[in-house]
């Protein structure tokens, strides 16, 4: 089964600029997160699609982040524009949905993101 | 709100000697999910092992086991006969079990040393 597919794995930017990341969850996995981590620290979620429906940004900053999974399956994640603060990687994971015991999230190997 | 710590930033072992890996976690919740991942510098995710808080056996996965304390919060990891390749970081993590939604929360994680 392939895995979790994200591009590119390495960006780097000037501050005040746009970025977009690019995730292909795993067939047939309806819940999407993008985590967010710096370096140091674990992975904060950003946002949890389940579908093509939003189920928790809470934690999204959203004058500058933005997340869409259009037809419930690839999703884009988007920073406008950059602060030196958002260097960090940005992981992708998908799971099985519905499924109370089983479904851990399987991620990808991340983005890594330097704002210069 | 539910939090996970992980109070060893750093730790150390030989290689084919045991260590244990501490992990506490705070939530109000009865039923939900304890994980132990693995990051390698590859940065991708890896499950180790994953635990069901309704479950009084600890889970293991052949060199992976796990101390699971429900009334003390405390799920600590212990992984025998350490080898090179176990050298990571590694990471706790929480989820809770009702639908909704399948937000999993990480501790900050604990670098692992093996040395040779």
């Known amino acids: 089964e392939a895995g979790v597919a994200q591009s590119p794995r390495y960006k780097i930017i000037e501050k005040r600029q746009s970025v977009a990341f690019w995730c292909n969850p795993i067939?047939?996995?309806?819940?999407l997160y993008w985590y967010q981590q710096i370096l140091g620290q674990g992975p904060k979620l950003l946002i949890q699609?389940?579908?093509?429906?939003?189920?928790?940004d809470s934690q999204l900053p959203k004058d500058r982040f933005s997340a869409e999974r259009l037809k419930g399956v690839d999703s884009t994640l988007k920073i406008q524009p950059a602060k030196l603060e958002d260097s960090a990687v940005y992981l992708c994971?998908?799971?099985?949905?519905?499924?109370?015991?089983?479904?851990?999230?399987?991620f990808g190997q991340g983005t890594r993101l330097t704002v210069v | 709100a539910q939090t996970v710590t992980q109070s060893q930033p750093e730790m150390s072992v030989q290689e084919a000697e045991t260590v244990t890996l501490s992990c506490t976690y705070d939530?109000?919740?009865?039923?939900?999910?304890l994980f132990w991942y693995k990051q390698p510098p590859s940065r991708q995710m890896i499950l180790v092992i994953r635990?069901?808080?309704?479950?009084?056996q600890n889970a293991t996965e052949n060199r992976f086991s796990v101390n699971f304390q429900k009334a003390a919060k405390s799920f600590s990891l212990k992984i025998s006969d350490s080898q090179l390749g176990d050298a990571a970081m590694y990471f706790c993590?929480?989820?809770?079990?009702?639908?909704?939604?399948?937000?999993?929360?990480f501790g900050a994680g604990t670098r692992l040393f093996v040395k040779a």
């Open positions: 994971a998908s799971s099985l949905a519905g499924d109370r015991g089983v479904s851990e999230a399987f």
């Open positions: 067939s047939g996995h309806a819940t």
């Open positions: 699609f389940q579908n093509n429906g939003v189920v928790d």
């Open positions: 939530t109000s919740e009865s039923d939900y999910y």
């Open positions: 635990q069901e808080a309704y479950k009084q």
């Open positions: 993590a929480y989820r809770r079990g009702n639908t909704g939604g399948f937000k999993t929360i």
